[in-house]
C-alpha cells in the first residue's frame, strides 16, 4: 500500500523560508504527477503546486507563483516545496498528493483527480 509522509513544517516568522519535503513507500512506487496542496484553518483544501513526472513539468497556483518551488527527488519518489518569503496568510497544514496515472488535460489541480495524500504537516507564519 503506497504510503505518503510529508516533513518540514514548523513555526517560523514572515519573510522567513521553509522547505517541505514528502516521501512515498515503498520506494520503488512511480507517480505521473506529484502535487502540494494545502488547508487553511476554515477554509477549503487548494491547490499549491504540481509536477509532472516524466519531464518535470511544473504547474503553481496564483499565491504560489515566483515564491514556491516545487521539485522532485532522484527516482520519482519524492517530492519537496521550497517556500520563500513567506506570509502571514500561507499559515496551513500542507499535503502533498500523487496521482498515478496520465491525466489528459494537463496537470491537474484539482483535489479529486489525486490518488494518494499524505496525513499534512502545518506550517505557521507569525507576523
Known amino acids: 500500500q503506497v504510503q505518503l509522509v510529508e516533513s518540514g513544517g514548523g513555526l517560523v516568522q514572515a519573510g522567513d523560508s521553509l522547505k517541505l519535503s514528502c516521501a512515498a513507500s515503498?520506494?520503488?512506487?512511480?507517480?505521473?504527477?506529484m502535487a502540494w496542496f494545502r488547508h487553511p484553518l476554515g477554509k477549503n483544501r487548494e491547490f499549491v503546486a504540481a509536477?509532472?513526472?516524466?519531464?518535470?513539468?511544473?504547474y503553481y497556483g496564483q499565491f504560489a507563483e515566483g515564491r514556491f518551488t516545487i521539485s522532485q527527488g532522484d527516482g520519482n519518489s519524492a517530492v519537496f516545496l521550497q517556500m520563500n518569503n513567506l506570509k502571514p496568510e500561507d499559515t496551513a497544514v500542507y499535503y502533498c498528493?500523487?496521482?498515478?496515472?496520465?491525466?489528459?488535460?494537463?496537470?491537474?489541480?484539482?483535489?479529486?483527480?489525486?490518488?494518494?495524500w499524505g496525513q499534512g504537516t502545518q506550517v505557521t507564519v507569525s507576523s
Open positions: 515503498p520506494h520503488t512506487t512511480r507517480f505521473a504527477y
Open positions: 498528493a500523487d496521482r498515478a496515472t496520465d491525466h489528459e488535460y494537463g496537470i491537474p489541480v484539482a483535489v479529486v483527480s489525486y490518488d494518494y
Open positions: 509536477i509532472g513526472s516524466n519531464y518535470g513539468n511544473t
